[in-house]
């Protein structure tokens, strides 16, 4: 199973809004509505951002949102703030051996 | 609260085997699967699998199987994840991670809702 597909980097002004792109297959994203995202901050554990597509955990700013369209599952950040800075990672559920599939990751520079 | 802590740094030579452990709290041990994902030096997230603490099953991803065993023990309510014939590629940091709902529900094991510090492994001759 592949890995899915993130831009590298991606950047922003404090208090614009930028979005992540994560491309997937019909076998992953495509299949399921089970995408997750996560935030990484250098030398931290990962912590879970969205989940099933569109949810946001319990006490989650709503700065943070996300959709999907076919293969290809968005997250969006808006109001960036100097803490946002961080690596992204989408995940899906894909049905196969390898039930999880996670994407390279994107960092976010907040300039 | 919610607390998965791990075991500490492992450096082992080309060829061993290493066995990590994650001790949880905080809830009820044997209710939500247990995964395991790496993450080698500046590089992505990779799923290694994960394990049902009460029944002890498992699912592999299919790059590590017969290489992985994942195993728990309700009595301390640790999981273990063990990797073998390790090489310079596994250098990584290893999470273990709760699921965000309970086994049972209908997207149980597709999630990692809490996440443990990491242990760092080295593979090194």
């Known amino acids: 199973q592949s890995a899915l597909t993130q831009p590298a980097s991606v950047s922003g002004s404090p208090g614009q809004s930028i979005t992540i792109s994560c491309t997937g297959t019909?076998?992953?994203?495509?299949?399921?509505?089970?995408v997750s995202w996560y935030q990484q901050h250098p030398d931290r554990a990962p912590k879970l951002l969205i989940y099933d597509v569109t949810n946001r955990p319990s006490g989650l700013s709503n700065r943070f949102s996300a959709s999907k369209s076919g293969n290809t599952a968005s997250l969006t950040i808006s109001g960036l703030q100097a803490e946002d800075e961080a690596d992204y990672y989408c995940?899906?559920?894909?049905?196969?051996?390898?039930?999880?599939?996670f994407g390279g990751g994107t960092r976010l520079t907040v300039l | 609260q919610v607390q998965l802590v791990q075991s500490g740094a492992e450096v082992k030579k080309p060829g061993a085997s290493v066995k990590l452990s994650c001790k949880t709290s905080?809830?009820?041990?044997?209710?939500?699967?247990i995964h395991w994902v790496r993450q080698a030096p500046g590089q992505g997230l990779e799923w290694m699998g994960f394990i049902n603490p009460n029944r002890g099953s498992t699912n592999y991803a299919q790059k590590f199987q017969g290489r992985v065993t994942m195993t728990s023990d309700t009595s301390t309510s640790t999981v273990y994840m063990e990797l073998s014939s390790l090489r310079s590629e596994d250098t990584a940091g290893y999470y273990c991670a709760r699921d965000r709902i309970p086994i049972g529900e209908v997207a149980a094991g597709h999630t990692c809702g809490i996440w443990g510090q990491g242990t760092m492994v080295t593979v090194s001759s």
């Open positions: 995940s899906s559920y894909t049905g196969t051996s390898t039930l999880v599939v």
């Open positions: 019909n076998s992953d994203i495509g299949g399921y509505n089970y």
């Open positions: 905080g809830y009820s041990f044997t209710t939500y699967y």
